[in-house]
């Protein structure tokens, strides 16, 4: 069974500050998710990768497939980046994404 | 278009009542999902719709009757819901059904209270 930690749980950064949010999964997988949630709901789809690393303005994912891990990295933060990070993982044989337990990032200005 | 568009945002019922969330989506996408998820947790996958047929059901109790009258439509029936089905249903789609190839995209959610 796969299973997907994420760490920090809640995270807190000044404005312009970098910040790394950790993905670890437990048996090998098919893709990595990572998720944005904002207050009131809605999700959106950050990255979805395999291998290597994907960027997207001040976004950066990474995965490292030997060690069962990925990082999301944002540069130069701002407030609007406050929302919970969720990592999500598929293998080849499950039917559905297993997901992390989310980190709560806040950042102040 | 690039959207999932749910209604509606926000609705309260009572155990007796029955009422519909829609989902829909105009990407073409083949794949169609509800979550469920309550706050602060992660999302937990209830139903999904392949070719718009039903092909994942995660043991989901009868009350909730999911739809799906043609790719670009989902929908969810509610009927004699509990006071623990409160919760924000968040609809999704893929292009493909599997999860190794699917990026997900993501309604805004409809924010369920049973009273």
């Known amino acids: 069974k796969n299973e997907v930690e994420q760490s920090p749980q809640n995270l807190t950064a000044q404005e312009g500050e970098f910040i790394t949010i950790n993905c670890s999964y437990s048996?090998?997988?098919?893709?990595l998710h990572w998720l944005q949630q904002h207050p009131g709901g809605g999700i959106v789809s950050l990255f979805m990768?395999?291998?290597g690393k994907k960027k997207h303005g001040r976004l950066i994912a990474t995965i490292n497939i030997q060690e069962k891990h990925s990082s999301l990295h944002i540069t130069a933060s701002h407030p609007r980046d406050s929302a919970v990070y969720i990592c999500?993982?598929?293998?080849?044989?499950?039917?559905?994404?297993?997901f992390g337990s989310g980190t709560q990032l806040t950042v102040l200005p | 278009d690039t959207e999932v568009t749910q209604t509606p945002k926000h609705l309260v019922m009572g155990m007796t009542n029955k009422k519909s969330l829609k989902c829909e989506q105009h990407?073409?996408?083949?794949?169609m999902y509800w979550y469920k998820q309550k706050a602060k947790k992660p999302p937990e996958l209830m139903f999904v719709?392949?070719?718009?047929?039903?092909?994942i059901n995660e043991s989901v109790p009868s009350r909730f009757s999911p739809e799906c009258p043609n790719s670009s439509l989902l929908n969810l029936h509610l009927h004699a819901l509990q006071p623990e089905d409160s919760a924000l249903y968040l609809c999704?789609?893929?292009?493909?059904?599997?999860?190794?190839?699917?990026?997900?995209?993501f309604g805004e959610g409809s924010r369920l209270t049973v009273l």
């Open positions: 048996v090998g997988i098919s893709a």
């Open positions: 999704a789609s893929s292009q493909s059904g599997l999860v190794r190839t699917g990026e997900l995209f």
């Open positions: 990407m073409g996408h083949r794949a």
């Open positions: 719709y392949s070719y718009e047929k039903l092909s």
């Open positions: 999500a993982s598929g293998s080849g044989s499950a039917r559905q994404l297993t």
């Open positions: 990768l395999s291998s």
